[in-house]
């Protein structure tokens, strides 16, 4: 089977964008900064078919900019950091379209904001047949 992993949980902010907190809304401690979360119920982007055969991993670094409602404005996408593979890199910026994320919160409240999101390209585990130590 092939394995792409999308993180559900974002690697880093870059810069973020939003209001300010509301002291008197908060009776519960809320982190001063939640990143956007990937919640795509199956990854958007495909392993190229020919990379895979060839046994080819990778990872690349996309640099997005969600509103403050997930949605990403797909023309500010950019490549942060290329796996070294053009394929995978396309693969990857053709995936993007798809990609839905929870929004990014600011003390609680949804932001608009930069951040960078990793896409690993990884092979299965080879089973071990039979078991054994």
Known sequence: MKRLVLPSVLASC???????????????????????????????????????????EGTVVLL?????????VLDSTRIHDGSGYAALDSAVLSGVDAMEFAPARRNGQPVSTWFLQPVHFRLPEPSTAGGGL
């Not at 939003?18 to 392993?47: L, W």
């Not at 997005?64 to 990403?72: K, V």
């Open 64 to 72: 997005l900019f969600a509103d403050e409602t997930g949605h990403l």
């Open 14 to 56: 870059v810069a973020c964008v939003g209001g300010r907190p509301d002291p008197e809304a908060a009776d519960v401690p809320v982190p001063d900064f939640e990143p956007p979360v990937a919640v795509n119920a199956e990854p958007p982007v495909r392993y190229p078919p020919q990379l895979f055969r060839e046994g080819v």
